[in-house]
């Protein structure tokens, strides 16, 4: 859950890389994975730019 409060945490779109500095001592494919299960469950969405993801 640490993941969906530092997307939440900053209004507007975050990038990956801004989600990993935020998440210390966490790998960039656990980021990943999560971000992943958090898409498929419609609780964020990636944008369709290069600019990063929303929650939805």
Known sequence: MLTIG???N???KR???EILNDISRSSSTIISK???YLMEFNII???GS???INTS
């Open 10 to 12: 900053k209004n507007g």
């Open 45 to 47: 969405a990636r944008d």
């Open 6 to 8: 530092v997307i939440g």
């Open 15 to 17: 990038n990956f890389n």
């Open 34 to 36: 999560r971000l992943k």
């Open 50 to 52: 290069s600019e990063g």
